[in-house]
Nanobody, 119 residues
Framework: QVQLVESGGGLVQPGGSLTLSCAASRTTFAIRTMGWYRQAPGKQRELVATLTTRGTTNYADSVKGRFTISRDNAKNTVYLQMNSLQPDDPAVYYC?????????????WGQGTQVTVSS
């Protein structure tokens, strides 16, 4: 079982910045894609950004140019640098990792961290 521990959420003013972190516990299996998703009240969970082991990124159109995903493979940690936060960005942000296990691919979710944008 892999545990994901998220941190970095909070309250920020419009135009401000936050950095989210998600650390995965040690695992025997190779972590493939690491990513961030978010869910606002009354809405479905949506992709924010993903990053493969080869460095390929994928961003939601709404965050392109403002958010940056990165990872530290030695620490099994993924980060999300969020700049120019807007009123549409508040949500619970969840990290996600994809592993290749002996029984096939499996993904895990963090517990979520709240991001609030308000003046």
């Amino acid at each position: 079982q892999v545990q994901l521990v998220e941190s970095g959420g909070g309250l920020v003013q419009p135009g401000g910045s936050l950095t989210l972190s998600c650390a995965a516990s040690r695992t025997t299996f190779a972590i493939r894609t690491m990513g961030w998703y978010r869910q606002a009240p009354g809405k479905q969970r949506e992709l924010v950004a993903t990053l493969t082991t080869r460095g390929t990124t994928n961003y939601a159109d709404s965050v392109k140019g403002r958010f940056t995903i990165s990872r530290d493979n030695a620490k099994n940690t993924v980060y999300l640098q969020m700049n120019s936060l807007q009123p549409d960005d508040p949500a619970v942000y969840y990290c996600n990792i994809d592993l290749m296990t002996w029984s096939g691919p499996r993904d895990y979710w963090g517990q979520g961290t709240q991001v609030t944008v308000s003046s």
